[in-house]
């Protein structure tokens, strides 16, 4: 245990679709492999497949309608106050489809993370692996990042690469990626929760165990 012993961290997951990442979280916190709860999963689209994951896994889980809101400011307050009902301390956003603004980032600077399948800063935005097949790049993967103002432009966390093969099509490259997708953002977790991960202006400074 660290100095100044820190209690189990709360995770609040943003999702808009399938939550492969959102399971894979969960699983690693209930293995042992992260000193974390999955506090609560939201997201910001009716019957995203992710609801019926966390429903299995039994995991709180919450729709914010954005269309509920009469601003994407008034939309975001929703989602900060209930991931504060939860007590959560994390936010990992894990194939959440939009760009979140000002107020929220300010909100949980530090304590937001994303996950990308791309060596960022490659292949930014929508669509990158299959951004990385039409440039022809021989290796791709994946970055967990800080979350800042601008399209997955934050302070990198963790990077590792995948070979992209010659006959690659968009589907495999992207099950390629996200096996490791997996395994990296429960280690980007581990080591937020272990309190090892310090921002130097662009640099995440990964502090020794
Ligand atoms: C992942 O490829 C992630 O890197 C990207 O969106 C996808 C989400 O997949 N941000 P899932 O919903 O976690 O299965």
Avoid: W
Avoid at 36 to 58: C, F, H, Q, S, Y
Avoid at 92 to 112: H, N, Q, S, T
Avoid at 173 to 195: D, K, M, N, P, W
Wanted: with cysteine; aromatic share 6%.
């Amino acid at each position: 245990m660290r100095s100044g012993a820190r209690e189990r961290v709360r995770i609040g997951i943003m999702a808009s679709g399938r939550g492969s990442n959102f399971e894979a979280l969960v699983r690693a916190a209930r293995q042992g492999q992260i000193d974390a709860e999955i506090a609560v999963v939201i997201t910001d689209r009716e019957g995203a497949p992710v609801l019926e994951r966390a429903e299995k896994l039994g995991v709180p889980a919450v729709f914010v309608n954005p269309r509920g809101h009469t601003s994407k400011g008034r939309y975001e307050q929703a989602v900060v106050g209930t991931l504060e009902e939860h007590g959560v301390h994390l936010v990992c956003l894990a194939g959440y489809m939009r760009i979140v603004g000002k107020d929220f980032v300010g909100a949980y600077e530090g304590r937001m993370m994303n996950i990308h399948p791309s060596l960022l800063p490659a292949f930014p935005g929508l669509d990158a692996q299959a951004q990385a097949l039409e440039y022809g790049v021989k290796l791709s993967g994946c970055t967990v990042h800080f979350v800042d103002e601008g399209v997955d432009t934050g302070p990198i966390i963790l990077q590792e690469t995948v070979p992209v093969l010659d006959m690659d099509t968009v589907a495999d490259l992207s099950q390629r990626i996200l096996t490791v997708e997996h395994r990296l953002y429960a280690e980007a977790v581990r080591l937020f929760a272990q309190g090892r991960l310090r921002i130097s202006g662009r640099r995440v400074i990964i502090d020794k165990d």
